[in-house]
Each structure stands twice: as C-alpha cells, then as structure tokens.
C-alpha cells in the first residue's frame, strides 16, 4: 500500500536539534511492518514521487527508484532527472530500515554526504501530489 511519509533532519553537528526545514516528502510503498516494498513499488513507480526541501534552496522533485542487487540485495535511491546520471541521491539500506513515526533513515545527497534524517509521519492512503500541502 501506498504512504505519504515525511523526514526531517535529524540532530547533527550542524543542526544540534535537527530541523524541520530540510528534509523529504515522499509517496512510498510500504508494508505492514513499515518497509519499504519492491513488489508493491513495481506495481505503482508511477505514483512513487519525491519532494526535497532544504531550506531557502527550494524544492526539488523526483521519484523513488528500485535496484536489484547492491549492497544487502537492493539499493533504493531518489532520481532527480531519470535522463542524466549522477543526480541520483542514495539511501543507506534503506531495504531494512522500518518507516515508522520516531525512527531513522540516512541519504546521501547527489555529492553523496550522508544525511540522517527522522520520520516523522506516515499517512497510509491514495497518493497526493508531493509537496502539494507545503
């Protein structure tokens, strides 16, 4: 089944709270136990979108990719522009990670610095447009 989620940063360095203006709002295919389902994301890539805010730098969309193989039998990945490589930002085994309110994700950006961001909500349901309540 489909579900709205949204990340925020989570604390670091930098941001010793975390921040809720940098992070990820995303339409995903999850399981009963939280995790992200390939079978599930096969049948509906098309609704599958990704919104990245961060700060004053805007918002970027994109979709949530699904690779065979990788490191732990899969990698899933945020595509900014399916028709040029490199822009690709990777989640950290996100395979095994459970989208549940409270718990944690790490992506590394397109320069691949990893960023652990914390869920801090999931609505299960029909898919909206990502970002449309911003």
Same mark, same amino acid.
């Given at each position: ?21 940098? !992070? ?9 136990? !939280? ?33 065979? !193989? ?27 990670? @459970? ?8 992506? !590394? ?19 909206? @447009? ?5």
């Amino acid at each position: 089944m489909l579900h709205h989620v949204t990340l925020h940063l989570a604390r670091s360095k930098q941001f010793p709270e975390g921040s809720p203006r940098y !992070g990820y709002e995303m339409t995903a295919p999850l399981d009963d136990q !939280g995790r992200l389902d390939p079978q599930e994301w096969s049948n509906t890539r098309a609704h599958c979108r990704v919104c990245r805010f961060w700060g004053d730098e805007g918002e970027r969309q994109g979709v949530l990719v699904h690779r065979p !193989g990788g490191s732990g039998g899969a990698t899933w990945m945020i595509d900014y522009n399916q028709d040029r490589a490199g822009d690709e930002e990777a989640g950290y085994h996100l395979h095994q990670h @459970r989208f549940v309110p409270g718990e944690y994700v790490t992506i !590394g950006d397109d320069d691949g610095h990893p960023h652990t961001f914390q869920v801090v909500s999931v609505t299960a349901g029909t898919p909206r @447009r990502v970002g449309e309540d911003r």
